[in-house]
């Protein structure tokens, strides 16, 4: 299966992101693992993927040329670029959101860190985006 997976770029939980990765690998074993290259998230996803011998495939966003709608462009293209099987969402904001709202748009499978399905729940947020409460960090 190809995974694509996708959350905020200040996502930095080592633990969440590779349980997240275990039990979707759980439900369908991953050959190819696909993501956006940001930070921790981007790492770590890589670092589990080399350990489980996958084939990796990066999508960094063009921040220099593209500047704040860097994100968004490169989420679009990945998800049509890559050939996704299923979306693995973590926590995130707007640009994971959009990418949750685009995949099932299409009938991409998204689940979320514990393995269940996400549906379009989405409802416009500030400036008409789509917002997913359930990606958004958790806060005490």
């Known amino acids: 299966m190809r995974l694509i997976i996708a959350g905020g770029r200040h996502l930095d939980d ?3 992101i590779r349980r997240a990765l275990s039990r979707a690998h759980t439900l369908r074993p991953v050959t190819v693992l696909i ?14 993927a080399r350990e489980m011998r996958l ?13 704040k709608r860097a994100e968004a462009i490169r989420n679009a293209f990945m ?4 050939r996704p ?8 904001g707007n640009d994971t959101a959009d990418l949750v709202a685009n995949a099932t748009r ?5 689940i979320d860190a514990e393995g269940q399905s996400i549906t379009t729940e ?5 400036r008409g985006r789509a917002t997913l409460h359930s990606l958004s960090p958790k806060t005490p």
């Open 14 to 16: 080592v633990t969440l």
């Open 35 to 48: 993501h956006g290259g940001n930070g921790a998230l981007g790492i770590t996803a890589e670092d589990w």
């Open 55 to 67: 084939h990796v495939l990066r999508y960094p966003a063009n921040w220099r040329e593209l500047g």
């Open 79 to 82: 998800l049509e670029d890559s």
């Open 85 to 92: 099987d299923m979306l693995l969402a973590l926590p995130g």
């Open 106 to 110: 299409v009938g991409l499978p998204v």
């Open 122 to 126: 989405a409802k416009a947020g500030p």
